[in-house]
């Protein structure tokens, strides 16, 4: 900064010149220093995006066919580690886990904010008092929230039995038991992150012109009918967008099961980035574990060009 | 006054309007009560009660006794200075790194036209296209061999600090608000003689207020909740940042000092939260409708 702060006089006096016509040779050389200047400046964030998002993505495809431990020489094995992770018993667990909690989390984690939200929009009172509570839980940090549930869930003394207990409900084995432990998950992810998804469908019902439901209710309207044919289209865009984000986020499920089961009971909750770790971090197998993450790239890939596609065309919209 | 939503003023100011409303506001604020503040007044209770009353069945709903042990025990026995410590240089650097280097770059991008400046954004925003976690493995492999240098960046804060710029998000978040600035303001501070760094730093930083407080409180947040790349990245028992640190103690610690540490770990962010609160819900809310 204090270098172009102080520059000389001569130096400014030669910029201003370049608007006049300049010499022959001169505005190459011109050119090539607003081009070091540009790159100066681009040059940090474009070495780190080279280094941790480019390369790792090209390497993911090329250890995908490698047989590869870190400190030897990779090997080219072909499509081995493909055939390798597709064979492991826990790849089908996985994926199906995997797809089962994203399944739940749009089915429970999505019609709870919505429904949340409508009520939250006619409430009158207290308003700031809601959103701030609603989105308490998504500041504590998810280590915090996976290991208070693992003690809400503890099969003794926990609060999730208690609770049942004492309405006199018979108990669950919660994330311990085979069939109950993703349902557990689910509900400790729709309670950790619904606040975000409520607000922004907040947001989104606030923008929503009140004439519209004027006009439904002297066409005589009820109030569900309203809710089906005013709100619901209204805010068509923004539930698809979020349902396409929440797709995304969830298929990438990781600290949950890794904290609160471990991917038990029986791999019950292991999820195909749990999958992955175990390849990298327990086998030493980073071939299969970047076989595995193209898969789970390659699906996750062609949400994400929707989102994009969705947010674009919903930018020109606007 | 509010515009009118699904219920009508007329409606809700019947009789009968005004008891189903009443009836209504009341169940969600028991609701929103038991579902999100109870948990953690559970949690910071808890953390009080001795490890005989917190075993027992039923629980008490307010401890016996009001012990602090297990936050002082905590506090030591966990070494919760150090992680917090950690944690906070991991934050700190991270913002640092990415609001000086992403700011740099989206300058650059937005009003300095760099040859192939269309193509790398392009590239950059491709990066959106590819979920974070999908490709922590390769990132974890180049992180701990860097191409060309041969250095290792596990258990460096410099493992979490560089691979935070490469958050295509900011860099498109700011650019976007680069764009919008007007050409008039740094064309005369041109022609007055300021040079390029000048200029962002007098004129378009002051004006990118609002855009570098959202980029800063998304970097914070992320990091400061982040817990696979930081548990690969840190083997290192002693550099581990509190979230990492917590999974890895909480095996062989007794349950109330457990406790007691995971609500000191959440106490910085939800402080920062209750403070910022109304910019930080006004950037979620805002952030959807726009896209």
């Known amino acids: ?318 | 006054m509010t515009t009118r939503t699904l219920l009508s003023p007329a409606t809700l100011a019947r009789p009968r309007g005004k008891a189903v409303y009443w009836t209504v506001f009341t169940g969600v604020v028991v609701l929103f009560a038991l579902a999100f503040l109870f948990p953690v007044y559970w949690m910071v209770t808890g953390a009080m009660k001795s490890p005989d009353e917190i075993a027992q069945t039923p629980p008490t709903i307010i401890p016996k006794h009001w012990h602090l042990s297990g936050y002082t025990d905590a506090w030591s026995l966990m070494q919760l200075p150090e992680h917090l410590w950690n944690t906070v240089v991991q934050a700190a650097g991270a913002w640092a790194f990415q609001l000086v280097l992403c700011t740099a770059a989206a300058y650059a991008l937005s009003k300095l036209k760099p040859a192939f400046g269309k193509l790398i954004l392009g590239g950059i925003l491709a990066t959106l296209m590819v979920p974070a976690q999908a490709l922590v493995v390769p990132k974890y492999l180049t992180a701990a061999d860097l191409p060309l240098i041969h250095t290792s960046l596990l258990n460096s804060p410099l493992g979490i600090w560089l691979p935070a710029v490469a958050n295509a998000f900011n860099l498109y978040l700011l650019k976007r608000f680069f764009d919008q600035l007007p050409r008039d303001v740094m064309e005369a501070a041109e022609i007055d003689g300021a040079g390029k760094l000048r200029i962002l730093w007098s004129i378009v930083l002051p004006m990118s207020r609002p855009v570098l407080g959202v980029v800063s409180i998304f970097a914070l947040v992320a990091v400061w909740q982040d817990f696979l790349w930081p548990l690969m990245v840190f083997s290192d028992t002693d550099k581990q940042p509190i979230s990492v640190a917590l999974v890895q103690l909480s095996q062989n610690i007794q349950l109330t000092v457990l406790i007691a540490a995971m609500v000191i770990a959440s106490i910085p962010m939800v402080a920062m939260f209750l403070v910022f609160q109304r910019h930080i819900i006004a950037g979620i809310s805002a952030g959807s409708t726009k896209g």
């Open chain 1, 1 to 318: 900064m204090t270098r172009t702060a102080t520059r000389s006089p001569v130096e400014a006096t030669a910029e201003r010149q370049v608007q006049a016509p300049p010499p022959a040779g001169g505005r190459g050389r011109r050119r090539l220093i607003d081009q070091a200047r540009a790159y100066a400046f681009l040059i940090g964030g474009l070495i780190c995006f080279a280094l941790f998002s480019w390369y790792p993505a090209i390497r993911a495809v090329v250890i995908a066919f490698q047989k590869y431990t870190p400190g030897s020489s990779p090997e080219w094995v072909g499509t081995a580690n493909f055939t390798q992770v597709w064979h492991d018993p826990e790849f089908a667990a996985a994926w199906r886990n995997t797809l089962v909690f994203t399944l739940l989390a749009l089915l429970i984690g999505f019609a709870i904010p919505f429904v949340l939200a409508l009520v939250l929009n006619e409430l009158r009172h207290w308003k700031a008092f809601f959103r701030v509570v609603v989105y308490l839980p998504v500041m504590i940090p998810p280590v915090v929230t996976a290991l208070l549930w693992k003690w809400f869930y503890d099969p003794g003394a926990g609060l999730a039995n208690e609770t049942l207990r004492f309405l006199h409900l018979p108990t669950s084995n919660w994330s311990n038991g085979t069939d109950t432990a993703l349902i557990s998950l689910v509900i400790v992810a729709t309670w950790a992150n619904l606040g975000g998804t409520v607000l922004i469908y907040l947001a989104a019902l606030q923008s929503i012109p009140g004439e519209l439901y004027e006009a439904a209710e002297l066409d005589g309207a009820s109030l569900l009918q309203r809710v089906r044919y005013v709100t619901i289209p209204q805010t068509r865009f923004v539930i698809l967008m979020l349902m396409l984000l929440q797709i995304i986020a969830t298929m990438q499920v990781f600290t949950e099961p890794f904290v609160i089961t471990g991917g038990g009971p029986e791999s019950a909750t292991v999820t195909v980035l749990y999958l992955i770790y175990k390849y990298a971090f327990l086998y030493n197998d980073f071939g299969g574990a970047c076989a595995l993450s193209v898969m789970l790239l390659v699906l996750l890939g062609v949400f994400s060009a929707l989102y994009l596609r969705l947010t674009r065309s919903g930018e020109d919209d606007l």
